[in-house]
């Protein structure tokens, strides 16, 4: 739980950075014709967002896997419907130590 400035600025950065990682990590496995800033947090991965399919969400898995450090369960896959859902699912995943790689 976040009780003070500090741990919620740090939180924050933490996020932005994951994120940006996350992305680019996407881009480069994923070989999609788009820059990290072209891609919006909440955007959906599958179906009218990004137009990933089940492949994609394979090869997502394997990503976040290496690049993090995580297991990702076959209950997460649910999860996984955006930028945003797969940060949540890494920080659930990782304590603050793993993800200063």
Known sequence: MISTLAEARAHAARRRE??????????????????????PDDCLLFGVGLGLDSV?????VVAVESE???RVEDDDMKEIRS????VDLILSRQTPKEDAR
């Open 18 to 39: 994951l994120t940006h990682r996350l992305k680019e990590t996407l881009v480069e496995r994923l070989d999609l014709d788009r820059r990290t800033d072209e891609i």
């Open 56 to 60: 994609d969400a394979l090869e997502i």
């Open 68 to 70: 993090f450090g995580i």
């Open 83 to 86: 930028v945003n859902s797969i």
